[in-house]
């Protein structure tokens, strides 16, 4: 949030808008930062789910059979290529959030209904009978959340061919997010807005 709408506040966005670099290499820019801030969270969640399995009390339910979990280095790095696609889409929207905002407060409240659109389609995965298929692994978000379900339970291996048309639709939703992002700051009426 405080790379657009913080910056409005603190007056340096004009001053980094006349320095002779392209708006675009702006937006990459920021959007690299949000990025590499999502995908360094990312990675230590994935080692941090996979030492639990290992070390903590998973370990002991797997052990007695109480617990159907899996994760395997590949399968660590299945789920990791997952969720880079998905962070770009979060990435982008959150900068474009950010843009939009006259202030870092405004910006928070735009940003906390983004929480949902991550958490509700995590919940699909919970409900009983939706499966992955080849429809829910072209729906960006929710087929990250079901193959994601997939990779935990040891499943992987029945569905790799929907890893693709995963990869790909999230790609696609996470390219056309960030294309919104950069239109929306060249837009000087939403940069200046108020």
Not at 40 to 62: D, P
Not at 100 to 118: I, N, R
Request: proline share 3%; glycine share 6%; aromatic share 12%.
């Amino acid at each position: 949030i405080d790379l657009g709408a913080g910056e409005k506040e603190r007056g340096t966005l004009e001053t980094l808008l006349v320095a002779p670099v392209s708006r675009l290499s702006i937006v990459l820019g920021k959007f690299l930062v949000v990025l590499t801030a999502a995908v360094v969270s990312a990675v230590l969640a994935t080692v941090s789910l996979a030492l639990s399995l290992r070390l903590g009390v998973f370990a002991e339910m797997m052990q007695t059979g109480q617990a159907a979990f899996s994760f395997s280095a590949l399968e660590a790095f299945a789920a990791l290529l997952m969720v880079i696609p998905v962070s770009c889409i979060f990435s982008a929207l959150l900068l474009a959030l950010s843009i939009f905002a006259k202030t870092f407060k405004e910006g928070q409240s735009y940003a906390a209904p983004l929480q949902f659109a991550v958490i509700m389609p995590a919940f699909i995965s919970f409900v009983p009978g939706v499966k992955l298929d080849w429809i829910m692994a072209s729906i960006p978000v929710v087929n990250v959340s079901l193959a994601l379900k997939e990779i935990f339970t040891g499943n992987l291996d029945q569905h790799w061919a929907h890893v693709g048309v995963i990869f790909a639709s999230t790609s696609v939703f996470a390219g056309v997010m960030l294309m919104f992002s950069s239109w929306w700051f060249q837009r000087e009426s939403v940069l200046f807005r108020g």
